[in-house]
């Protein structure tokens, strides 16, 4: 374990992360697999938003929600991975406060933007399955895009509040953050001013901008669950519940891998565990999603084989 440096008289310029611990075997291993995950997921991810955008079989309101959650999610692993992969390449676990700020607000508004548009996505479902009728209606273009518009700005105002706050603190004394990225706590607990207020701040907009998403969530799902039982046909349940449950699966391992990180933030005892969860849902949501979501579902998988087909008729004509 590295010492801890610290400034005697005055700010300091800098954090150091103390990322997944001095073993080089360790972070070489890491490291190519940190790689490998940050390639799939780029290229899953910007496959999706490819198709999305140029397949005109896919412009619908469930692939409209896709192709801005896969967008998010290449955002979202680029504010991570490069710096830690930069990290095991150089040695250098050096990080300015201020690109450590900066890291902190991407990886927050991509966070909060994320929770409402899960949120989004499983109201796009419940309408689906539970009111189809209503479903042209109830979600036409103009509705998918205010709450697409309101996911991003919504998130975007929460994140700038608290940056703002932030922006307030002085950090000096110790500057070692016991993470692998800066993330909110473990930086607040290197600040020399008074960081409650901050805190107090960070607990009630994180109240709002997760809570009202994933209750909305959760209980969409539950609707949804309600009308599959209903279904006469065990081939047609057994087809949704997959569908369904595989959505679950994604909508847990991120809010669970979440809370339980913020409920262990302040254990020095559990620091280590706590690391293992915030790779969840930071590095592998990402990858997760796109496999989930999107390239499990027939239509993308029918989008491909036309992109495929399209692309080997160019070859033949050159």
């Known amino acids: 374990m590295k010492?801890?440096?610290?400034?005697?008289?005055?700010?300091?310029?800098n954090f150091i992360l103390l990322s997944f611990g001095d073993s080089q075997e360790l972070q070489t291993l890491l490291f190519m697999v940190f790689l490998l995950i940050y390639i799939l997921t780029m290229a899953s991810?910007?496959?999706?938003v490819t198709l999305v955008v140029?397949?005109?079989?896919?412009?619908?309101?469930?692939?409209?929600?896709?192709?801005?959650l896969s967008c998010l999610e290449t955002c979202y692993s680029s504010a991570i991975l490069p710096r830690i992969l930069a990290g095991f390449l150089t040695k250098n676990q050096r990080v300015y406060v201020k690109g450590c700020i900066v890291q902190l607000w991407a990886f927050v508004f991509l966070a909060v933007a994320e929770c409402y548009l899960l949120a989004a996505m499983s109201y796009d479902r419940y309408i689906a399955i539970c009111r189809p009728l209503q479903y042209s209606t109830l979600m036409n273009f103009k509705v998918c895009f205010h709450l697409v518009a309101a996911s991003w700005i919504g998130s975007f105002i929460i994140d700038t509040i608290l940056l703002m706050f932030i922006l307030q603190?002085?950090?000096?004394?110790?500057?070692?953050?016991e993470h692998f990225f800066?993330?909110?706590?473990p930086m607040m607990n290197l600040a020399c001013s008074d960081a409650g207020q901050v805190k107090l701040v960070s607990a009630v907009l994180t109240?709002?901008?997760t809570l009202p998403p994933f209750i909305l969530t959760i209980t969409s799902y539950g609707y949804i669950i309600s009308a599959i039982l209903g279904i006469p046909s065990i081939t047609g349940r057994q087809k949704a519940f997959s569908t369904c449950s595989s959505h679950l699966i994604v909508v847990t391992i991120f809010y669970g891998s979440l809370t339980?990180?913020?409920?262990?933030?302040?254990n020095n005892e559990l620091r280590e565990l706590n690391k293992v969860f915030s790779v969840f849902y930071t590095i592998l949501t990402p990858l997760i999603n796109p496999l989930?979501?999107?390239?499990?579902?027939k239509e993308v998988r029918e989008a491909l084989r036309r992109v495929a087909s399209k692309c080997s008729m160019c070859k033949r004509v050159q």
């Open 207 to 209: 109240s709002i901008s």
């Open 260 to 266: 339980v990180v913020y409920l262990l933030q302040d």
């Open 3 to 13: 010492k801890l440096e610290g400034s005697n008289g005055g700010n300091i310029t």
């Open 45 to 48: 991810n910007l496959l999706i």
């Open 292 to 297: 989930i979501y999107s390239l499990r579902n």
């Open 182 to 185: 800066c993330d909110f706590i």
């Open 54 to 68: 140029s397949d005109q079989h896919l412009h619908s309101p469930m692939y409209f929600f896709l192709g801005n």
């Open 169 to 177: 603190l002085s950090f000096c004394g110790h500057n070692v953050i």
